[in-house]
């Protein structure tokens, strides 16, 4: 195991900011830090980073108990959601700085400058100053300057977060690829359930102080420990006594067909690209949200008004009623 996390307590006077955190997070992964805001995600992050210590617990990485070390001898990587360069260098000369200053021969620092240019696709931009950059650009030369100096593990707090939407996504890809590349321990704060599933090899759910579970994306989506971490990755609906996904209620036309299913008349029919989303009144009363492919809707010719018997699709995650 890369970081070692044990038994991690942080308070700011009153307040619990972290109880009993225990996380090991494994050598070469991409692991996401994800939950609601507040939930103590960066603090987490910046005690692993030693820019915050905690009031008990300790930090181990790569075998060394890094409890009590200053940030500079962790030999970390950081990058931040608001860009950490130098705005009066180059390009190039933000990504050789850390080499410099370590007084690596010119030789070795010019190659390496060379080869993180390249890895985050900025090499023709290497005489340019930061400000002539956008934001992904410069989120990605930020990136090449933590790299510059090899840590053993890059910790990266909301690093797209200050991006609008579409560069974000962009972002999220390369980051996944880049680091199919370097396979450097990394360790990313999220608050977005997409990111983080779709980026990320573990994911470490974090609500109120607490880590709620761990798991691989498919691990909490499929099995999720508890409703928090159901709800926190995706929609959720009610039907009989169940949490589960509004995709995975099978709809049926005909009450002999499943045993069990409960009855309804669907009372809303929204067609949102390539899907439907159905709101069903129960006999009783509730209402339960059903999602189906458009295909799928018009096979069965579902229209509001349409009586219809819902009941969990096999293998269906589901957890106890959660109160929505
Ligand atoms: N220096 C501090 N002094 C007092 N309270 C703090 C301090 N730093 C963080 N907190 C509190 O600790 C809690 C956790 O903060 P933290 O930044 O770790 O949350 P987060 O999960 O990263 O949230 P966000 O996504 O909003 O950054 C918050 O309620 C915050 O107000």
Do not use: C
């Not at 996380?23 to 609601?36: F, H, K």
């Not at 890809?173 to 977005?192: A, G």
């Not at 573990?202 to 761990?214: C, F, L, M, T």
């Not at 039907?239 to 589960?244: A, F, P, R, V």
Request: hydrophobic share 45%; proline share 5%.
């Amino acid at each position: 195991m890369s970081i070692d996390i044990r038994g991690v307590n942080k308070t700011y006077g009153d307040f619990v900011a972290l109880e009993d955190i225990d996380v090991s997070i494994p050598t070469g992964q991409l692991t996401a830090l994800l939950g609601p805001s507040g939930g103590g995600k960066s603090t987490l992050l910046r005690i692993i980073a030693g820019l915050e210590t905690a009031d008990s617990g300790s930090v181990v990485i790569e075998g060394k108990d890094a409890t009590t070390l200053p940030p500079q001898k962790r030999n970390v990587g950081f990058v931040f959601q608001h860009y950490a360069v130098f705005k009066h260098m180059t390009v190039a000369k933000n990504v050789a700085f850390g080499l410099e200053i370590r007084k690596r021969p010119k030789a070795q620092v010019a190659a390496k400058v060379d080869e993180l240019l390249n890895l985050v696709h900025l090499s023709q931009f290497a005489h340019r100053l930061p400000s002539q950059l956008s934001g992904g650009q410069r989120q990605r030369l930020a990136l090449a300057r933590a790299l510059a100096v090899e840590p053993t593990v890059l910790l990266l707090d909301e690093p797209f977060g200050a991006l609008d939407a579409k560069v974000r996504k962009e972002l999220r890809d390369w980051l996944r690829r880049l680091h199919d590349e370097v396979r450097v321990t990394t360790v990313f704060v999220t608050h977005d359930q997409e990111e983080a599933m779709e980026v990320s090899d573990e994911i470490v759910v974090i609500n109120e102080g607490r880590v709620e579970q761990i798991g691989t994306p498919d691990q909490l989506y499929d099995e999720p420990a508890n409703p928090f971490v159901m709800g926190f990755l995706g929609d959720v609906t009610s039907l009989d006594g169940l949490t589960l996904r509004p995709h995975d209620i099978e709809v049926s036309l005909d009450p002999l067909l499943v045993k069990g299913a409960v009855s309804g008349t669907v009372t809303r029919h929204l067609r949102v690209g390539f899907e439907v989303r159905l709101t069903v009144t129960t006999d009783d009363g509730a209402e339960v949200l059903v999602v189906l492919t458009r295909t799928h809707a018009r096979a069965l010719d579902l229209a509001e008004g349409v009586r219809v018997w819902l009941s969990p699709a096999v293998g269906a995650a589901t957890v106890p009623l959660l109160q929505l």
